[in-house]
């Protein structure tokens, strides 16, 4: 008898899965933005943290203004996407498993 396939299997079908638009254009963006450069030339604008809460990382703001833009996203929209797409997580380097929650 054949055992039921469980949620548990689905790992084993992830090397057959094929990478999304979405995908594709988030790995060529990595590749041709030059975060570095830009977030350099924002650092001297960007928040010290003098008061208040600490300032989120400004190359992970950057990745997130970007984020909005490209995919035409609202702040609300942007953190249920979070929640839902790994992609855009993985881009932006958020784990929700690490997170700290305000």
Not at 9 to 23: G, L, V
Not at 79 to 96: A, T
């Given at each position: 008898m054949e055992r039921q396939k469980t949620l548990a299997d689905a790992q084993t079908f992830e090397r057959y899965r094929k990478p999304t638009r979405r995908e594709k254009f988030l790995s060529?963006?990595?590749?041709?933005v030059?975060?570095?450069d830009l977030c350099s030339l924002i650092a001297p604008f960007y928040s010290k943290a003098e008061r208040g809460r600490p300032p989120v990382g400004l190359e992970r703001m950057l990745r997130i203004h970007f984020l909005l833009c490209w995919f035409n996203l609202s702040d609300p929209a942007?953190?249920?996407?979070?929640?839902?797409?790994?992609?855009?997580r993985r881009f932006v380097?958020?784990?929700?498993g690490n997170e700290v929650r305000p």
């Amino acid at each position: 008898m054949e055992r039921q396939k469980t949620l548990a299997d689905a790992q084993t079908f992830e090397r057959y899965r094929k990478p999304t638009r979405r995908e594709k254009f988030l790995s060529e963006m990595e590749a041709v933005v030059p975060w570095k450069d830009l977030c350099s030339l924002i650092a001297p604008f960007y928040s010290k943290a003098e008061r208040g809460r600490p300032p989120v990382g400004l190359e992970r703001m950057l990745r997130i203004h970007f984020l909005l833009c490209w995919f035409n996203l609202s702040d609300p929209a942007a953190e249920v996407i979070f929640y839902d797409i790994e992609s855009m997580r993985r881009f932006v380097d958020i784990d929700l498993g690490n997170e700290v929650r305000p």
